[in-house]
C-alpha cells in the first residue's frame, strides 16, 4: 500500500499521473504512478521495473504492508 509520509495514511493520496510500459505488447515491463496527498499537497513516484524486479519510491510516499495509522 502507498501512503503519505506526512500523513501515514493512502486515504487522501491521487494518482495524477500513471504509466504502464509494455516492451513486447504482452508482459508489463514498467509501471509508473506519481502521487499527489490533498490533505498535506506532498507529492511523491513508484516505479516498479520488471526487468530488474526493483521498486523505486521517491518524494514523500512511502509502500507499507502494515495498515494505516489512520484511515
Known sequence: MITCSNCET???L???????????GEM????????????CG????YVYDEDRDEETIT????????RPKFA
Open 59 to 66: 518524494g514523500e510516499v512511502e509502500r507499507t504492508k502494515e
Open 42 to 45: 506532498s507529492t511523491g513516484q
Open 10 to 12: 493512502p486515504q487522501f
Open 28 to 39: 508489463i515491463n514498467e509501471i509508473s504512478e506519481s502521487y499527489e496527498c490533498t490533505l
Open 14 to 24: 491521487q494518482i495524477t499521473q500513471s504509466r504502464v510500459y509494455f516492451e513486447d
